[in-house]
């Protein structure tokens, strides 16, 4: 069981940065593929960045924020971050943090298996 609490969202205009913290909660964080998504209402959770379980491993990013976030894990802290720059008003959502048990980087939604509780991002233009 992992549980996964997101925080460091906030209110920013455009061309701000933000860095979101996910801090997971078991021993055996270090064994899970973590992923970053977000979510605007009336549309589906997208995937916005993903890394494999090892520090410094695979990592995977959306089209849309490639070369503005990374995504990055610091299994002594049980922590996974998500430094967003240049952040623009299209990147406005909630942004969950996910956990996946498997060992390979998936991009879907329904192959993560603990989900934090979200984080309000908002960026004014």
Do not use: H
């Amino acid at each position: 069981q992992v549980q996964l609490v997101e925080s460091g969202g906030g209110l920013v205009q455009a061309g701000d940065s933000l860095r979101l913290s996910c801090a997971a909660s078991g021993r055996t964080f270090s064994s899970y593929t973590m992923g970053w998504f977000r979510q605007t209402p009336g549309k589906e959770r997208e995937i916005v960045a993903g890394i494999s379980w090892w520090s410094g491993g695979i990592t995977y990013y959306a089209d849309s924020v490639k070369g503005r976030f990374t995504i990055s894990r610091d299994n002594a802290k049980n922590t996974v971050y998500l430094q967003m720059n240049s952040l623009k008003p299209d990147d406005t959502a909630v942004y969950y943090c996910a956990a996946r048990s498997g060992s390979n980087l998936r991009v879907e939604e329904g192959k993560y298996d603990y989900w934090g509780q979200g984080t309000q991002v908002t960026v004014s233009s």
